[in-house]
């Protein structure tokens, strides 16, 4: 698949708030920024921590296992791209460090349901860009 | 020193009110439609614009309808002017209150323009983040996010839910100026497809052009004015702004601050409130604020919507007007227009018996909430 081919959004990847999960995603790990100071996980990055407001972070790797807060069904798109994938499960995910993320969830509609296990998958996008998904567990 | 006075109430007064026709209004500018509402509401009021010397603007969508953009239309130099991001018509509600109260403005005028439908404003454009490379996009997203976790934690149905969307088409029937009068009931409800599952086309709101505007005074100088004054009796604000990073920010939960702090500040209680408003731009809204606001006790509003309360003829009538369901996009303001005419008992067919005090209850989106309470008493 090339980027021309793909017509979806695209995360801006040099975004440098959040470049090093995009980069982390390429290498199948899931990360979050952790506070040097008082170690409190955040996600989406943030270039202070707002328990403690120091500046030093690292990109950690945190786990890939997580449950369904909540999930919607699209059966409209709102964007053209997404067209040819109706109906399609997004959800917020906790994972099991209490990082939350959202992402689509890929498995059977019916086994979708709030608090339902699901484990993080790669999904190469484009040479650039691996998308976070959830697979149901 | 004194302490400060926190009692606002009866202080101020809503002496005006006034909007443009609804829909579609090609090449009108939000400012040009902020500047016809102003004049509407000006004639409600029985002034000219030489008496104003306050303007609160609301930006537009696509963040246009400033202040300094409105001013070159309407023609005067206001001594105060000033503009919120989200008003809501509450949020500048209660600025126009805290102006006119410290003395920076006698006479405000409120108003909010919007040309999102004619000019086709992309909703759906996403950001360039986790979020929308997933595809989650557009205010029917998050809102059925929302839903769907209220649902899961306490067995809210398809039925109860889309109460909401039926009530405010029954009601938006009795509204000339609504923009979705044809019947809905609850089995065609029920057959429409879902748009964003749970949410269904009819849980959200439309597109609209239109602009809107109120004249906020000193109640002390308000019984000049032709029209019986609304008097602000209470408000309250209370922020989420933190956003995604309050990990259940989806479900509002601080709206309870907003909610706790107005029944204080006023001893009013629920039962005192004739008719109610809640700005909706999705169902969700009306869903969350009923609760948290205590019209129906937690987890269990999807029980107590069906049984019909907030319909025309229930005990606890919400939305006179049709709300942003049925009656137009206005980001609310219409709700505290509605308001004000069913207080003075301007509101034709669906005059609600005897309503002498509203509330009226926003947000801005997942980040701010915020009420107001008003009646033709002071």
């Avoid at chain 2, 309250?236 to 601050?257: A, K």
């Avoid at chain 2, 018996?353 to 989106?365: D, F, K």
Wanted: glycine letters at 10%; proline letters at 6%.
């Amino acid at each position: 698949m090339t980027d021309q081919l793909y017509n979806k959004p695209i995360p801006r990847l040099d975004d440098p708030d959040m470049a090093p999960f995009w980069a982390a995603a390429r290498e199948r790990r899931l990360t979050a920024q952790r506070c040097t100071s008082c170690a409190a996980l955040r996600f989406p990055g943030l270039p202070i921590c707002p328990t403690c407001l120091e500046r030093g972070f690292e990109w950690t790797d945190v786990s890939p296992e997580g449950s369904i807060w909540s999930y919607v069904v699209y059966h409209r798109a709102f964007h053209p791209g997404f067209a040819g994938e109706l109906p399609y499960v997004v959800a917020i995910v906790e994972n099991a460090d209490g990082v939350r993320y959202t992402g689509r969830v890929v498995g059977r509609r019916e086994d979708v349901a709030v608090g339902a296990k699901v484990r993080a998958v790669f999904a190469d996008e484009t040479p650039e860009f691996t998308l976070v998904k959830w697979e149901l567990a | 020193m004194s302490a400060i006075d926190t009692d606002i109430r009866g202080k101020v007064a809503i002496v005006g009110v006034g909007h443009t026709p609804q829909g579609e209004l090609p090449g009108q500018s939000p400012e040009l439609n902020s500047v016809l509402a102003i004049k509407e509401a000006l004639n409600d009021a029985g002034i000219g614009r030489e008496r104003l010397d306050g303007l609160i603007t609301c930006k537009s969508v696509q963040g246009t309808n400033t202040d300094v953009m409105v001013g070159p239309l309407l023609g005067i130099n206001p001594r105060y002017a000033q503009t919120l991001d989200y008003g809501t018509c509450n949020f500048s509600l209660h600025l126009a209150v805290q102006a006119i109260l410290t003395g920076m403005a006698t006479t405000v005028a409120l108003c909010y323009g919007a040309n999102a439908r004619s000019i086709r404003f992309p909703f759906g454009a996403s950001s360039p983040t986790l979020a929308g490379a997933s595809g989650l996009m557009h205010i029917a997203g998050p809102a059925a996010m929302a839903l769907q976790r209220h649902k899961a934690l306490y067995g809210t149905t398809d039925e109860q839910f889309g109460m909401i969307a039926v009530s405010e088409r029954e009601w938006a029937q009795k509204n000339p100026i609504a923009l979705f009068r044809e019947p809905m009931s609850m089995d065609q409800y029920l057959a429409m497809p879902y748009m964003v599952e749970p949410l269904r086309r009819a849980d959200v709101t439309m597109l609209s052009d239109g602009g809107v505007s109120l004249i906020v005074t000193r109640a002390d100088m308000a019984a000049d004015y032709p029209n019986n004054p609304v008097y602000v009796l209470g408000m309250s604000e209370q922020t989420g702004i933190r956003g995604e990073y309050t990990p259940d920010y989806l479900n509002r939960e601080f709206l309870r601050g907003a909610a706790d702090q107005i029944w204080r500040n006023t001893g009013l209680t629920q039962d005192d409130i004739d008719v109610l408003y809640i700005q909706n731009p999705t169902a969700v809204w009306v869903l969350q604020m009923l609760e948290y606001y205590g019209f129906a006790p937690p987890g269990e509003v999807g029980p107590w919507l069906a049984e019909g309360h907030t319909r025309p003829g229930g005990d606890r009538p919400v939305n006179t007007n049709g709300g942003q369901l049925s009656e137009s996009y206005m980001w609310g303001w219409l709700h505290l227009v509605e308001a004000v005419r069913q207080l003075r008992g301007q509101a034709g067919e669906r005059q609600v018996t005897g309503a002498e005090i509203a509330m009226y209850c926003s947000t801005q989106v997942w980040l701010k909430g915020g009420a107001s309470i008003i009646s033709t008493h002071k």
